[in-house]
C-alpha cells in the first residue's frame, strides 16, 4: 500500500486580507444569525468575489471546514451575503455540492455568495 504526503495548509490562511473595495483601516460588520433564519434569507445570483484567487481559497476553506466537521463534529463561522447585508453564523457543514453549501435541516447557503469560513 502507497501513502501519499499531503501538505497541510493552515486554514486561517484562507482568510483574505481585503474583501471588495475595502481599505486597509475599514472594518466590515457581519451581523450574527442562527443556522435555522437563513432558510428564509433571498440570495441574489452574481457573485460575491470577483478574484479567482479568494475564489479558490474559498473553496479551500470550506472543505476544510467540512472535513473538520465530519472528523470533529466542529462548528465554523461563514461569512455571507444574501440580498440585504453581510451575514455570519456559526455552524458545522454537512456537505459541499457543485454550488451550495449544506448545513443541517436543509438550509443551505449558495457559494457564490460566501465570502469566506474560518
Do not use: C, H
Amino acid at each position: 500500500m502507497e501513502f501519499q504526503l499531503i501538505e497541510f495548509i493552515e486554514p486561517s490562511s484562507f482568510i483574505p486580507k481585503r474583501i471588495d473595495s475595502m481599505t486597509e483601516n475599514s472594518t466590515t460588520f457581519y451581523e450574527p444569525i442562527e443556522k435555522e433564519d437563513i432558510y428564509f434569507l433571498e440570495f441574489p445570483k452574481n457573485d460575491v468575489l470577483e478574484d479567482k484567487s479568494l475564489k479558490r481559497k474559498r473553496i479551500a476553506g470550506l472543505s476544510i471546514g467540512l472535513a473538520l466537521g465530519n472528523i470533529q463534529q466542529s462548528k465554523i463561522k461563514i461569512y455571507f451575503e444574501d440580498n440585504t447585508s453581510k451575514k455570519v453564523v456559526e455552524t458545522t457543514i454537512w456537505d459541499i455540492s457543485n454550488d451550495q453549501v449544506i448545513l443541517k435541516k436543509d438550509v443551505a447557503i449558495p457559494i457564490n455568495r460566501i465570502y469566506y469560513s474560518q
